[in-house]
């Protein structure tokens, strides 16, 4: 059973900056396609930005888009959310998910992910 682990998560001023990792120690991630979802408090899990297990495709919410930048190192078996320009409304849970069908055509949705990690907080706030 693929198991995501994620990590950088913490404590930013607005303006800010953070890089979440997702890894999968024991298994390889070149075959599955990421995505990257948040759920703030009393909100709806939402599609971030995906990659596709090639990296060759990717894609994001409008509303990260310019400050988000998704990136995926198969050498190390790990895929990045570098996130610039944070904002309060960025404060969330964020998680990732792997698929092996999802070819990251449009920005993801939840249901068509498989395997999720645990989360790791973002909190935007001065």
């Known amino acids: 059973q693929l198991q995501l682990v994620e990590s950088g998560g913490g404590l930013v001023q607005p303006g800010g900056s953070l890089r979440l990792s997702c890894a999968a120690p024991g298994f390889t991630l070149d075959y599955y396609a990421i995505g990257w979802f948040r759920q703030a408090p009393g909100k709806e899990r939402e599609g971030v930005s995906c990659?596709?297990?090639?990296?060759?495709?990717?894609n994001y919410a409008d509303s990260v888009k310019g400050r988000f930048t998704i990136s995926r190192d198969n050498a190390k078996n790990t895929v990045y959310l570098q996130m610039n320009s944070l904002k309060p409304e960025d404060t969330a849970v964020y998680y990732c998910?792997?698929?092996?069908?999802?070819?990251?055509?449009?920005?993801?949705?939840?249901?068509?992910?498989?395997?999720w990690g645990q989360g790791t907080q973002v909190t935007v706030s001065s």
């Open positions: 990659i596709s297990s090639s990296g060759g495709s990717t």
């Open positions: 998910a792997a698929d092996r069908v999802v070819r990251c055509n449009y920005y993801p949705r939840a249901y068509e992910y498989d395997y």
